[in-house]
């Protein structure tokens, strides 16, 4: 079992940052990819970012990549998820996730998720 608890997350305005924290326990963090997504109130969840178990390889949803960052500290068991330049379309639940795969973008490939972070943006 992994356990994931996201924070970080929170009200902020349009074009302000915030940097959201995963940090795990339980199993090996470092075994795992660990991903970012979302979900809008009345929409699916949606990919926004993973990186491999090292850190040297991520992916991002292409309209993010621009103004989100993943990272990871296997030191800390923790990853995150810098969101620049944030926009009210951003404003969503945020999940962390692990996966025993090689990084991916489908959440069927993550065997672990946190209970999510809400992030408003407001206009």
């Known amino acids: 079992q992994v356990q994931l608890i996201e924070s970080g997350g929170g009200l902020v305005q349009a074009g302000g940052s915030l940097r959201l924290s995963c940090a795990a326990s339980g199993r090996t963090f470092n075994n795992y990819a660990m991903g970012w997504f979302r979900q809008a109130a009345g929409r699916v969840r949606e990919f926004v970012a993973a990186i491999s178990t090292s850190g040297g390889n991520t992916r991002y949803l292409e309209s993010l990549k621009d103004r989100f960052t993943i990272s990871r500290d296997n030191a800390r068991n923790t990853v995150y998820l810098q969101m620049n330049s944030l926009k009210p379309a951003d404003t969503a639940v945020y999940f962390c996730?692990?996966?025993?795969?090689?990084?991916?973008?489908?959440?069927?490939?993550?065997?672990?998720w946190g209970q999510g972070t809400q992030v408003t943006v407001s206009s």
């Open positions: 996730a692990a996966s025993p795969r090689p990084v991916s973008g489908l959440a069927a490939h993550y065997e672990y």
